[in-house]
């Protein structure tokens, strides 16, 4: 047989032409009509095997160097396996995976590959492009499928032995799958055999995965062109559109990279932006940061700097700088002069910016336009433009030579001065950007600027970048001869800027720079003798600052404002140092001075501050109160920081008089406004609040992410009392799960001199987390000293009653009960009593904790029965209440005493729910002492396999909802009705006791480990 006899068998209406080239299949006009073109492949009829070789080698390198992508493109992964359904049944298919470089097309491709495999798939998959290299493919194909290219002659002979291969493989009524990735860097011999294959399969359970990078027709190579041409008149064969990365996949990508928790959600979005989504270049530059000293590391995945102030890699900006050298120069300075402005500008603008007229500028933005440079946007009817790529943009700015940019800079401070117009918050940093890169001497509206645009950074907690403006500021003041003329204020910000980047001495010096600036104000001096305190408060050293208010309010020539302003600052230091009645007067004072001013904000940041301390107080109903006044202000102030620490406030109170589950809604969505509003002080606190509320559901894996983002947050912002609350809380979850911390390293001494460190909303978390960590460890006797530490700590500290309900308290009882001793749990069971005597507003928990106390004050006076019935009932009432730790911790007493009672039947069931719960939560301590309990009762713990509290179809519901996919195409993914899917939201949500699928998505990446969980239900 010849060496094209077994393609004209198989093509009645082919024409064979020898046109000088191996193989080329093209379409022809008549339906159906192929001209296909062969000859040898040289002397030797194998061709260039060191080619092939080569080809191979860097296909390897290529898919070692590939990074994982977040296997999130669920939808495209379901259509795909509707293919292999296709194929299964008898009717070849194929499809192709259309997107530019980084959007995952290679990840897919291979995990198309796998997911063939799975099915049973005789799975032929090439991974990453071949190159240009003749007949590559075809030695590929052969590897792949087990043959010797050796043994055949030429090309045609082998191309005809895979071809009978694959027909074998399906007399035998095995599938095929065909995975190939690149396949527009094929030669022109390999593009043919990929035609020939798809259009032509070789055995009707045949399926086909291409993956492709789009580009301009006129720079597709013309074998390209007439590959797509014939493979898009097919009709049944199916194209997928892969577009830049969404907000979920881009925050898979980034956390597979840096610690856990360390990445900010606002780094992930400015990365994510700054990007355009491109998978690749998101990778290179999260990589970037990885190898950056730790302390600059901290400052941009904490968000505390902006990525405008990162150097970016190389690897990132080659192509950028690589698709800009091909511009002209004209084109090129109307890229330049965007680049500066920074924001979307009007072709007159640009005119003006350039020196240009208008319509060549308008016809070069056209071209540029259509060559993707640039975009237009519409803004009053009026079609303004920006550069398309933020990556180029930087490019451009990076590379101009300082004099240019400088001229560029004065023209665009020019235009923004001749508008007249307010400047509105988008544009105030690339206001002060303008004023520090333009060549005029800076004049004292331009400070002021400037000032307003650090104030605008820090307000944002975006300390390292207000940093970074305001050192710009005072250098170049200092290069004008002009330091005099330097606000105090810019030291006073500059200070704060430098204490949050760490930078203690410096901040140090600004200060002391601030109290001897000369001005006309009389209390000048003011600012920098507040920020010096709460410097001092930062650093735990509370008495100290206390000195610094009252001197400062004794002084004459304070404005109303800044005494509320004062006095609230020095009313927080009183409740810190238990002095409540101190602190109700300072607040009372300030508030009437902040009504009398009709300062909105700062009437209800005092009646937030004001909540906060009732609650602490464990008067929970008044600080729900003030918190519902607070946040009624907050909206009408429009502070939307303001309204997110209400919204946290709110949660903390109504957690404690009503329900865990109700607060820890409201604490969710205080979390998400704090967010969204870049107020990363409140993210911290809210997320311990949130992490309190979830050690207490049972929910520790959600604890445990939020706990670690909390500790990252305070590390990148340098917040060193939040720290140690933080950390305190991440080692508190190590002990409840069995895990050793080193607490010398983690949690130091609480004490500074004689001095107690951060007050007790810090040092008790400390001590608690210490607590726990000693009983891991077996150390009983300083456990009892440690607890009891901190319990003698606030009976000295008034102010602070819900630390003793929460958690002191019903420690000390519970190692009463562990240790036998009456006179310990008889003072922790009094103690809760005396506090309800007080009228204590945490009833219901309060309640609850008081019978669990008598319960355990029970089991010493060996009064099991009692002791029983009374634990029981506390179980119940902590389940009412959502208290799901606490309940299995009652459960677990009520066992141990109905086992000494001799009723072995409740003591088993109690025992034996004990340990599904603390199995469940993964208290692998309180595990094992249930099972020895199980045993001692002569019963072996029943088996039980942790279940995901979501089933394997509400998974993969879910995880398409959190990629914002709508019903419909939920629907469509998973070839189901919409009904259904909406049926399933509506109980995933119910289940879960969420509201949005904003929720959802947090719910999904704190419990990615219950999802196989819920797959392995079906095995």
């Known amino acids: 047989m010849s060496d094209d006899s077994w393609l004209r068998a198989g093509h009645a209406n082919i024409t064979f032409v020898d046109i000088g080239c191996r193989i080329r299949i093209r379409r022809m006009p008549a339906p159906n009509a192929y001209v296909i073109c062969a000859r040898p492949l040289g002397a030797n009829g194998r061709g260039d095997m060191a080619a092939r070789r080569a080809a191979r080698t860097h296909q390897a390198r290529q898919t070692t160097a590939r990074e994982r992508l977040p296997p999130v493109r669920s939808m495209v992964l379901s259509r795909v396996s509707t293919w292999f359904d296709h194929a299964q049944s008898g009717r070849a298919s194929a499809g192709v995976l259309v997107g530019p470089a980084g959007t995952g097309k290679s990840v897919l491709a291979g995990q198309s590959a796998a997911v063939a495999s799975n099915l049973g798939f005789v799975t032929v998959s090439i991974e990453g492009h071949l190159g240009n290299v003749p007949s590559a493919l075809c030695s590929e194909l052969a590897r792949e499928l087990g043959l010797s290219e050796e043994e055949f002659a030429s090309t045609a002979g082998l191309l005809r032995a895979i071809r009978f291969e694959l027909q074998r493989l399906g007399t035998r009524g095995r599938c095929v799958a065909l995975v190939l990735d690149d396949v527009q860097r094929y030669s022109a011999v390999d593009l043919a055999i990929v035609q020939d294959l798809v259009l032509h399969p070789p055995l009707p359970r045949f399926a086909a995965v291409l993956t492709l990078q789009p580009d301009e027709p006129s720079r597709m190579p013309p074998h390209v062109a007439d590959f797509l041409q014939a493979v898009d008149a097919e009709p049944t064969i199916e194209w997928l559109s892969l577009g830049p990365l969404t907000r979920e996949e881009a925050t898979f990508l980034v956390e597979s990279h840096v610690p856990p928790g360390a990445a900010a959600p606002r780094f992930i979005r400015d990365a994510l932006e700054l990007t355009s989504g491109n998978a690749t270049n998101l990778t290179q530059l999260v990589q970037h940061v990885m190898t950056m000293p730790a302390h600059q590391q901290a400052a941009f995945l904490s968000g505390s700097r902006t990525l405008d102030d990162l150097d970016l890699p190389e690897a990132v900006t080659r192509r950028a700088a690589q698709r800009l050298a091909g511009l002209q120069p004209r084109p090129y300075a109307l890229l330049e002069a965007l680049a500066v402005w920074a924001l979307p500008a009007s072709i007159e603008l640009i005119v003006e910016l350039s020196e240009g007229s208008d319509r060549a500028v308008e016809a070069e933005m056209e071209r540029l336009e259509l060559s993707s440079f640039v975009v237009s946007v519409e803004s009053q009817a009026v079609p303004q433009f920006r550069l398309a790529d933020p990556i180029e943009a930087r490019v451009v700015y990076q590379n101009m030579p300082v004099l240019r940019r400088r001229r560029l800079h004065q023209r665009a401070v020019g235009l923004f001065e001749s508008r007249g117009v307010p400047v509105v918050e988008d544009e105030l940093l690339v206001r002060a950007n303008h004023y520090l890169g333009g060549s005029d001497r800076l004049a004292s509206p331009h400070s002021g600027h400037i000032l307003q645009a650090a104030r605008y950074l820090v307000e944002r907690t975006r300390y390292g970048s207000a940093h970074e403006l305001l050192t710009r500021f005072i250098d170049r003041m200092k290069a004008e001869a002009a330091l005099d003329d330097v606000p105090h204020a810019a030291f006073v910000l500059l200070a704060e800027t430098s204490s949050r980047s760490g930078a203690w001495h410096e901040a140090n010096q600004a200060l002391a720079t601030a109290s001897s600036a000369r001005e006309d104000e009389a209390a000048s001096g003011f600012p920098a003798l507040r920020r010096t305190a709460r410097d001092l408060v930062a650093r735990g050293r509370e008495p100290a600052a206390l000195e610094i208010y009252r001197k400062i309010l004794q002084a004459e020539g304070l404005d109303p404002g800044t005494r509320a302003q004062v006095l609230e600052d020095a009313a927080r230091i009183e409740s810190m140092l238990g002095r409540p009645d101190e602190a109700t007067r300072h607040y009372r004072e300030a508030l009437a001075l902040a009504e009398s001013v009709s300062d909105t904000r700062l009437s209800s ?195 602070w009653e819900r630390y003793l309900i929460v958690d002191v308290l019903p420690r000390r009882a519970s190692l009463a009960a562990a240790s036998g001793s009456e006179s310990s749990a008889r003072e922790a069971a009094s103690g809760l009593e005396r506090l309800r005597s007080q009228k204590v507003e945490m009833l219901p928990l309060l309640e609850v904790q008081i019978t669990h106390a008598n319960a355990q004050l029970a089991l010493v006076r060996r009064e099991w029965t009692e002791a029983a019935r009374l634990a029981e009932a506390a179980a119940d009432g902590f389940d009412e209440l959502g208290y799901r730790w606490r309940r299995a911790l009652a459960r677990r007493d009520a066992g141990s005493a109905w086992m000494r009672a001799g009723e072995t039947v409740r003591a088993t069931a109690s025992t034996q729910e004990a340990y599904e719960l603390f199995e469940g939560m993964g208290a692998l301590r309180q595990l094992e002492g249930a099972r020895e309990t199980l045993l001692a009762l002569g019963r072996a713990p029943k088996a039980f396999r942790r279940r995901s509290t979501l089933t394997a179809r509400q998974w993969q519901i879910a995880e398409l909802a959190s990629q914002s996919l709508t019903d419909i195409e939920i629907a469509g993914a998973l070839g189901i009705s919409r009904r259904t899917v909406t049926t399933h939201m509506h109980n995933i949500l119910q289940t879960l006791e969420l509201q949005s699928r904003t929720e959802l998505r947090a719910w999904i990446t704190a419990h990615e480990g219950e999802r196989a969980l819920a797959f392995a239900d079906l095995m």
């Open 605 to 799: 940041e005092l009646r937030l501050s004001q909540a906060i301390a009732f609650v602490m107080r464990g008067q929970a109903a008044q600080g729900q109160a003030l918190s519902v006044e607070g946040s009624f202000l907050a909206g009408v102030a429009g502070d939307r920081n303001m309204l997110a620490r209400a919204l946290s406030s709110i949660g903390t109170a109504v957690g404690d008089t009503h329900s865990l589950a109700r607060g820890n809604r409201w604490l969710r969505r205080a979390l998400r406004a704090a967010e969204r509003s870049d107020d990363y002080s409140a993210v911290s606190w809210i997320g311990w609040r949130l992490a309190s509320a979830y050690i207490e559901l049972g929910d520790w894996g959600a604890a445990r992410s939020i706990a670690d983002t909390c500790v990252h947050i305070d590390a990148g912002l340098h917040r060193i009392r939040s720290l140690r609350r933080s950390r305190a809380m991440q080692s508190l979850i190590h002990a409840l799960e069995g895990r050793s911390d080193a607490l010398d390293e983690r949690l130091g001494d609480i004490f500074r001199g004689v001095e107690l460190f951060g007050g007790p909303s810090v040092y008790i978390p400390d001590l608690v987390a210490r607590y726990e960590h000693q009983l891991l460890s077996g150390d009983h006797e300083a456990a009892a000293a440690t607890i009891e530490s901190a319990h003698e700590l606030l009976l000295r500290t008034p102010g």
